[in-house]
């Protein structure tokens, strides 16, 4: 994967958990273009292990100068977004993936509906850009707990048709409302917590949207969990892996070769087969389907762990 | 007569499901008069499917279009031939809501040529319904002049626009709604294969 070895170039604090950082090719030379909704992958060295977070770009995909994410803290996470809140300052050097992109725009689509859930609304800002250049048209609806929280609202232009909900302030967004009726040809994108996207997917089955126009990418980073350890079937190495660590993460800091993209359990990259399992995999991925979970033949390094007392891996 | 079954081919070639049951779907409906047998069919497996239902009937004598109306549909439009369904059903498309369906029944040049407008509209492939009634006749894009000849019968043919004498390929052009001919006797001109009446 290419790697850019990119500058800080400015912190914000745009809400009491979220920041907004922006990198910078230290010699000022353009970054690679991106489409919207693609993501970076942010390198963030810890101890003897590098944790490795992917994020929404929230900057323009056709401006060159710079790339900008927004990184909510997660206190109960393995502490990628807190290093990034607490470690991260102006003036520092960052390792970054080249932008890719698992959340893109159907480009065939009529009109777009874009429905974002609280830290969710990141890939949207950069579609928005996208579909303003385009003169496609759209619309975009952002719900948040309370003002206070939403990050969005400072990184959000104003228009008629980018609509805040605030259930706090009794404005619960309404799917039935946003969804019925929607002309031939619109296609709608969720971003958000997992029940947001059950729920907008359910509401538009309801109403007899086909699958191929309901698009979704749920923003988990890896979560924590008990200790475990895999044995490598090739040279029978056993890897431990710790509580605040993702079992990608162990393979890594033990030297064993694997491949990977999104480090969310969305783009499919990492799957690896498993070639004994004496126990439960949680699977945490949105990868595999219902049935491949229950065979416990595959497992994603980048979010599952594993319960039991033998779990060997085709590596 | 059901369905028509086509001999297994490459990817390209579309294959044809058959009308199934959307109950209480907005629908859109077009067929021909061979087709309209499938839009009767499935309006007695399915006692909601007219309710909502704008048809249109191309090409189909007066008794056809009153046995459709006898089903009581939102609207039935009978029409002379394609070209005149072309900007009817485009009006329908464009002011249609998500979760409509489209019903098309009867020749292979009918539904190429209506699924590829609504491709163009928007409408998502799994929305789009068809069941093959009647002639095998194809709609063929000459690949070298563009033009489309309907109503194909032989292989090969002779382009209406051109005049070329086209290899009637299995290959299909969604976005066009037509199959593709391409020149038989490019490499020796004249050297033509014996005509043969196309098989399913």
Known sequence: ?315 | MPNTVFSPSIESRPTYAGLAPRPGAPAIMVADEAGAAAVTHLATVDATAMAKAHVVLVGAPAETSDALAALSPAAVQTVPDLDTATPIVEQLLSQARMGTQLFLAGSEGLMGHISAIALASGMALEDIQMEHRGSIARRMQCVHCKGITDGVTTDPFTCSHCGLTLFVRDHFSRRLGAFQGVCVDAETPGDIPATEEIRP
Not at chain 1, 48 to 58: A, E, G, K, M
Not at chain 1, 138 to 159: D, N, Q, T, V
């Open chain 1, 1 to 315: 994967m290419t790697k850019l070895a990119l500058k800080v170039a400015a912190v914000e604090q745009l809400t009491p958990l979220v920041k907004r950082f922006r990198f910078e090719d230290p010699t000022g030379a353009p970054l690679p273009v991106f489409s919207g909704g693609a993501h970076i992958t942010v390198e963030m060295p810890n101890g003897d292990t590098i944790r490795r977070n992917s994020y929404s770009l929230i900057s323009d995909p056709y401006d060159p100068s710079g790339y900008e994410i927004a990184v909510r803290r997660e206190d109960t996470g393995r502490g990628g977004s807190s290093h990034m809140h607490s470690a991260v300052a102006e003036g520092d050097t960052i390792t970054v993936s080249v932008p890719a992109n698992l959340f893109q725009l159907d480009l065939r689509a009529r009109k777009h509906v874009l429905i974002g859930g609280g830290i969710g609304i990141t890939p949207f800002l950069s579609q928005l850009r996208q579909l303003d250049r385009e003169q496609k048209p759209y619309e975009l609806h952002y719900a948040a707990r309370s003002r206070a929280e939403a990050a969005g609202i400072a990184l959000l232009p104003e228009a008629a048709h980018i609509h805040v909900h605030i259930s706090d302030e009794g404005n619960r967004m309404d799917l039935g409302a946003i969804l019925d009726g929607q002309p031939l040809g619109t296609h709608v994108y969720t971003c958000g917590p997992e029940g947001l996207i059950a729920a907008v997917a359910d509401q538009a089955a309801r109403l007899g949207w086909p699958k191929s126009a309901v698009h979704s990418e749920a923003f988990t980073a890896p979560p924590p969990g008990a200790p475990f350890e895999v044995t490598i079937a090739s040279s029978g190495q056993i890897v431990p892996v710790k509580a605040d660590q993702s079992l990608l993460e162990a393979l890594e800091a033990a030297g064993v070769e694997i491949d990977y993209s999104c480090r969310g359990g969305a783009c499919g990259r990492c799957e690896t087969a498993v070639t004994a399992c004496d126990g439960q995999i949680e699977h945490n991925d949105h990868w595999l389907s219902a049935d491949e979970r229950a065979a416990q033949k595959k497992i994603m390094p980048c979010m599952s762990r594993f319960k039991g007392t033998r779990l060997e891996l085709d590596l």
